[in-house]
């Protein structure tokens, strides 16, 4: 019998802005984790914590730009005053441009890079010693199919290839210690207009699922197993 319990688990979501973000709280949330909602903007939150303590999750609000190291240390402070630790952290806040390419400004490229780029980094940086003080943890970075494809344009294709090497860069530097470093790939298809809602809602639940397993104690392999059974749905 495998256990997919995330009781007691403290997990911080980044840039839950979004179904699928909400997805993944719900999913973690069901799995008895203790789960912080990062949002940019508190209102879609708000709503989504209160869905999730109605079935009796534990959930917690937390609105940041984490645009600089002393903000995302901030956030970092509160969580660990109230729960004392972190042991998953999910960087998912991304950001786009939905204008071509002639009229893209350097304020927005730069932008889509502080959010798709900087933002994960500086909460890796802030989050992992606290993992390393309390026996490890496990990051999992959210990135996108886009990084091979180009699809929804260059600037949100260009931000999740950095954000790809980054990943393997980390996971290459905490091999063998008790920091996991995974990385999920979101399908395209959940920004496609054409797709139904009914596909898109099937993916998403694929992809929380995913999420879940990722944050088991499970080696690669087993996940892999585990993933192709369906034995989480």
Known sequence: MFDLS???KVVLVTGVDDMLGAAICK????????VWIHRFNTNVAVDL???IRAFGGLAS????????AAEVQAVVK???KENEKIDILINYAEESADTSIDQLTPSAWQVAFRVNVDVPFLC???IIPVMLGLNGGTIINITSQAASTGDVGPVYAAGKSAFQSFTKGLATEFAGTTIKVKELVAPISLHNQNSSLQVKNK?????ANKIL?????YLDEEIEDLDKEGVNK
Do not use: F, H, W, Y
């Open 49 to 51: 914590q209160r869905e």
């Open 213 to 217: 397993l990722l944050c088991s104690p």
């Open 124 to 126: 890796c940086q802030a």
């Open 27 to 34: 999913r973690l949330a069901e799995a008895g984790a203790i």
């Open 61 to 68: 609000i937390i609105t940041s730009d984490l645009q600089t």
């Open 6 to 8: 995330l009781n007691n």
């Open 78 to 80: 509160k969580i660990t």
């Open 203 to 207: 993916v998403m639940a694929a992809v």
